[in-house]
Nanobody, 120 residues
Framework: QVQLVESGGGLVQPGGSLRLSCAAS????????ISWYRQAPGKERGLVAF????????NYADSVKGRFTISRDNAKYTVLLQMDSLKPEDTATYYC?????????????WGQGTQVTVSS
């Protein structure tokens, strides 16, 4: 079955860096776009970064442009999110997402999330 497992979260000071990893299984990884979302307490889940299946196209939320970098290794079924110059407002649970299209319609799959806390 489709599985996404995030790791790499933690507590970091403002201005610091973290690298999140999403390990995928159960589907043909190289055929699907992958996204990172985040959700802070009391807020809706929002898109952070997107990478196309072949890795040639990426997109970022305005709030993280120039600070975050998404990448993928299709051979290792892994997507990375490098987060630099972290700010307290980046504090959230970060989720990996894939949308798979079946004959019955598209279905979103999510990992369990990894907590990122930016605080001094």
């Amino acid at each position: 079955q489709v599985q996404l497992v995030e790791s790499g979260g933690g507590l970091v000071q403002p201005g610091g860096s973290l690298r999140l990893s999403c390990a995928a299984s159960g589907f043909t990884f190289s055929s699907y776009d992958i996204s990172w979302y985040r959700q802070a307490p009391g807020k809706e889940r929002g898109l952070v970064a997107f990478i196309a299946s072949a890795g040639g196209s990426t997109n970022y939320a305005d709030s993280v442009k120039g600070r975050f970098t998404i990448s993928r290794d299709n051979a290792k079924y892994t997507v990375l999110l490098q987060m630099d110059s972290l700010k307290p407002e980046d504090t959230a649970t970060y989720y990996c997402n894939v949308r798979i299209r079946y004959y019955s319609g598209p279905r979103d799959f999510w990992g369990q999330g990894t907590q990122v806390t930016v605080s001094s």
